[in-house]
Nanobody, 126 residues
Framework: VQLVESGGGSVQAGGSLRLSCAAS????????MGWFRQAPGKEREGVAA????????NYADSAKGRFTISQDNAKNTLYLQMNSLNPEDTAIYYC????????????????????WGQGTQVTVSS
């Protein structure tokens, strides 16, 4: 499985960005796909995840109502639409994939994901 993120950049507070993650490899190895982020001096945290076989989604509290995870199966691409961004969203965002799911639901623990992209920087200025 290979994952390549794109779409990061710099935006002012209140703005929007859409991240993309192009995936390749066995779909069974990426039943769950998620977005994680790591800010300077902080641990990596899960932002959102999707069960690629059924579409169930899971969001961190910090993302609910502002971020939307989605997929385009025809393009093997995962997206993260981020709206109402604030400086606390500044981080490197990573796309991840894994086979483990829980009754068609995906959790946000990073130890459950086997494959990782290289990351894309998101910077939100006030």
């Amino acid at each position: 499985v290979q994952l390549v993120e794109s779409g990061g950049g710099s935006v002012q507070a209140g703005g929007s960005l859409r991240l993309s993650c192009a995936a390749s490899g066995s779909p069974y190895s990426r039943r769950c796909m998620g977005w994680f982020r790591q800010a300077p001096g902080k641990e990596r945290e899960g932002v959102a995840a999707i069960y690629t076989f059924g579409g169930n989604t899971n969001y961190a509290d910090s993302a609910k109502g502002r971020f939307t995870i989605s997929q385009d199966n025809a393009k093997n691409t995962l997206y993260l639409q981020m709206n109402s961004l604030n400086p606390e969203d500044t981080a490197i965002y990573y796309c991840a994939a894994g086979a483990a799911h829980y009754g068609g639901n995906c959790r946000l623990g990073d130890d459950l994901y086997d494959y990782w992209g290289q990351g894309t920087q998101v910077t939100v200025s006030s």
